[in-house]
């Protein structure tokens, strides 16, 4: 499997909804109550259908802005028809995710303000908390390449391994500082990370399979933490073309989106309780994005 379709894997987004991708085009203006002309804004998404974007929708309506929310199958899709001015916003996508693209395609797609990490958390049926977890404890985490680095650095974050050099979005088990980790780690398949739970201390668990567990996403006892450096590139963020990123409509979409309760509501709701909002300020967002193409590139070549 590609290192793109990994990390497409293990994209912590919202549940996705297959439908036919909307057919873009460039913007267009159309007019308000007034007869004022409003500027038309086309962002690509994943699951438009879910109900919060129409509910964005009408907050942008409400501050003069129209937007024209365009709908994509799959996560292949929308940061090709950004690069080709199909699109003029997308937002379904992490900067672990954008990065690869950007370096496959040789594009410079950029992040223009963040909306929510949706953590990858850690399980046990053991231990209430972290802290109970014992010198020399076996935690599982899934074996799968992004799955794998990001899960390491959820232990790293709860005090539970040492990754030499602080570990990377490539990082393995090879980077694990034994000497000065509290905990050995073990590697399973994702699909079976919940069902390893009686044999180990506690496991890394991808929300895809919380609930068919019989898990809650509160049952976790760490899981990304959003103030850890580590935990940006896994923030989801609005992407524009470069050119566009100081656009202050666009930038005013990303505030509507930061700071409409309603919308925020939605998004939480439908990601059963998961999405941690952040404003991540955009500075870190792009420095966050230079960091992990540089990952990818030396990845890449060596």
């Known amino acids: 499997m590609s290192l793109t ?3 497409l894997a293990a994209a912590a987004a919202l549940p996705l909804i297959a439908v036919l991708a909307g057919c873009a085009g460039s913007s267009t203006g159309s007019s308000n ?16 259908s879910d109900p919060y974007w129409a509910t964005y929708t009408q907050a942008a309506k409400d501050a003069g802005i129209t937007v024209d929310i365009v709908d994509f199958s799959d996560y292949a899709q929308p940061n090709p028809a950004l690069t ?10 992490h900067i672990v995710y954008l990065a690869n693209y950007n370096v496959a395609s040789n594009s410079d797609l950029v992040p223009i303000g963040s909306t929510a990490i949706y953590p990858l958390g850690l399980y046990s049926t053991k231990y209430k908390s972290v802290a109970d977890i014992k010198q020399g404890d076996t935690v599982a985490i899934p074996n799968d ?10 232990l790293q974050s709860a005090g539970l391994v040492k990754l030499k050099d602080g570990g990377t979005i490539f990082a393995t088990t090879d980077d694990i500082d034994e000497a000065n980790s509290k905990v050995k780690v073990t590697t399973v398949d994702a699909s079976l990370t919940a069902s390893s739970l009686p044999d180990v201390a506690a496991a890394i668990i991808n929300n895809d399979y919380v609930a068919n567990a019989g898990l809650a996403a509160s049952d976790a006892i760490a899981q990304d933490d959003p103030s850890d450096p580590t935990a940006v590139p896994y923030v989801n963020i609005f992407a524009a073309k470069a050119a566009d990123k100081d656009n ?4 005013k979409l990303v505030d509507i989106y930061q700071n409409t309760q309603s919308v925020l509501d939605g998004v939480k709701e439908k990601s059963g309780g998961t999405a941690v909002f952040v404003k991540t300020p955009v500075a870190d967002l792009q420095k966050s994005l230079t960091d992990v193409e540089a990952q990818v590139k030396a990845h890449k070549a060596g």
């Open 5 to 7: 379709k990994k990390i």
């Open 33 to 48: 109550a007034s007869g004022t002309a409003t500027p038309t804004v086309k962002i690509g998404v994943v699951g438009a």
């Open 84 to 93: 080709e001015g199909e699109l003029d916003l997308n937002q379904f996508q």
């Open 145 to 154: 390449e992004s799955n794998l680095a990001r899960g390491l650095l959820v």
């Open 248 to 251: 202050p409509t666009f930038l």
